[in-house]
Structure formats: structure tokens, C-alpha cells
T-cell receptor, first 111, second 115 residues
């Protein structure tokens, strides 16, 4: 079982819709990251959070440490939001120093 | 300012050849990470440097993989005697320092294809 699970794997929506992508993890973490990856490979860090909620423009990220769950929301979605959204965690208490990633959610926003 | 730069952007090699992938982190960034991303999958951790010290290489899949960062800046990931299963995007990321709670900044990756 993967330590980081994302859902859905694929999501197609119409422009303007409210989008939610979910991430669940099974290990103790010190931080959780939401990343955006466009075709061609480049990854952009959207959020890094360890508690509560963060907002940047039309993007909102929340995390519930007790339930080991995080969500990424996109309001008023636009075709340029089409990308792969990846949840990644920093595992606490030793182990690898790098991030542990989910497999990503492939989002397509149709005009 | 300049971000994380990786080169080459694309690399095609024949099975059995050695390859070297380069990462130029953001200037002043102490931490440097290498990740491997297979097609349709999320990235997976390979190795981590703090300055020139390789503190974690637990993710390197075999002894054919070797990484170095001799002066604590530029890093090279070398793969010897490449195999087809090495085909992937290799991502490099850097962050300011391990104590500052800063996000990792990613390069665009090197797409490696082994024929």
C-alpha cells in the first residue's frame, strides 16, 4: 500500500467548476506539499503546510493532521489549471530525507 | 532570479552506456535532492545532499547509480551500464536549508530514454 494516496486519479471538469483533489497518508509527517506538474515535467510548489488552511489566489489547501488527510481546492477553474497535481509528504521520525509522493491527479479543465 | 537548472533536458542512450545528469541548484541552497519519475507515476526519492555531504542515498535503486556534489553546489547523477528500466524523468530539487521549513524548488527534469 502506498504511503500517500490521491483521489481521483483523473478528473475532467468544465471551466468555472469548483475542484477538489484529496490526499490521504498513512505515516507521521512533519509537512505536506501540494505540487503542480505541467506536461514537459516542470514541477511548481503550490503549498507547504503542517496544519490548518492556506489560500493563494483561487487555490486553497487544507490539512487535518488527526485524520491524516489533505485537500486541494480550485475555485472558478480555468483551462490553464489543467495539469497533474501531486501531494507529497515529509515523513517525520527518520527515514528518507526527501519527499514521499502520491501518484498525482491528472486534471483537465475544458472550456 | 534563476531557478534550479538541469541538463541535458533530454538524453537518449543505448543500453549499457554510462550517462551523467547535471543539476545546478539555486545559489545558496544547502539541500539538494534527486528524484526519479517513471511514466505515469509520482516521483520517487533517490538521494539527498546537505552541502557536499550525501546524507541519504537510500533511494538509489542499484550500485549502478552514483551521485556527487563535490563543492556543495552543482550535483551530478551518474548511471553506469544503463538498462531500459532506467528510462524515466530525473528531477532535481533544492531548498534553502533543512532548518528553515522552506519548500523545495524543482528543476524541469532530464528525460532519459534507454534504447
Amino acid at each position: 500500500k502506498n504511503e500517500v494516496e490521491q483521489s481521483p486519479q483523473n478528473l475532467t471538469a468544465q471551466e468555472g467548476e469548483f475542484i477538489t483533489i484529496n490526499c490521504s497518508y498513512s505515516v507521521g509527517i512533519s509537512a505536506l506539499h501540494w505540487l503542480q506538474q505541467h506536461p514537459g515535467g516542470g514541477i511548481v510548489s503550490l503549498f507547504m503546510l503542517s496544519s490548518g488552511k492556506k489560500k493563494h489566489g483561487r487555490l486553497i489547501a487544507t490539512i487535518n493532521i488527526q485524520e491524516k488527510h489533505s485537500s486541494l481546492h480550485i475555485t472558478a477553474s480555468h483551462p490553464r489549471d489543467s495539469a497533474v497535481y501531486i501531494c507529497a509528504v515529509e515523513v517525520s521520525g527518520g527515514g528518507a530525507d526527501g519527499l514521499t509522493f502520491g501518484k498525482g491527479t491528472h486534471l483537465i479543465i475544458q472550456p | 532570479g534563476a531557478g534550479v537548472s538541469q541538463s541535458p533536458r533530454y538524453k537518449v542512450a543505448k543500453r549499457g552506456q554510462d550517462v551523467a545528469l547535471r543539476c545546478d541548484p539555486i545559489s545558496g541552497h544547502v539541500s539538494l535532492f534527486w528524484y526519479q519519475q517513471a511514466l505515469g507515476q509520482g516521483p520517487e526519492f533517490l538521494t539527498y545532499f546537505q552541502n557536499e555531504a550525501q546524507l541519504d542515498k537510500s533511494g538509489l535503486p542499484s550500485d549502478r547509480f552514483f551521485a556527487e556534489r563535490p563543492e556543495g553546489s552543482v550535483s551530478t547523477l551518474k548511471i553506469q551500464r544503463t538498462q531500459q528500466e532506467d528510462s524515466a524523468v530525473y528531477l532535481c530539487a533544492s531548498s534553502l536549508d533543512p532548518e528553515s521549513n522552506q519548500p523545495q524548488h524543482f528543476g524541469d527534469g532530464t528525460r532519459l530514454s534507454i534504447l
